[in-house]
């Protein structure tokens, strides 16, 4: 499989450039992120980015390969989210609300 991008051989590194950027905004969410739900949308964005960057280094070296790691990430990933997920919500139904903690400490 051959291809080129017909006069835009600055797009690829624009995007790279584009990329490491967002992943340094992430990053900083993964490390402020006040409750677990933030960090794992962080996560979650960073292989989501982790995905992008696959595909990107497919179309730069011209090897479909990395295509098939790029899905196979993006796959693990949405199981991960979806197991983080059922993790949080298990956790608010075993917790108490915090506004019946703030009335029974007031009482």
Known sequence: MS???AGAAWVIPLAF???GVSAALILARLL?????PDRVVAIDALTLLGTAALGLFAL????????????VLALVS????????LMFR????????A???KEERDQ
């Open 3 to 5: 291809f080129e991008l």
């Open 32 to 36: 402020r992120g006040p409750t677990g």
């Open 78 to 85: 949405f199981i991960s989210t979806t197991a983080f997920m």
């Open 17 to 19: 450039a584009l990329q």
């Open 60 to 71: 730069h070296s011209r090897q479909a390969v990395m295509l098939d790691a790029a899905v």
């Open 99 to 101: 506004a019946s903690i």
């Open 90 to 97: 298990t956790r608010e139904a075993e917790s108490p609300p």
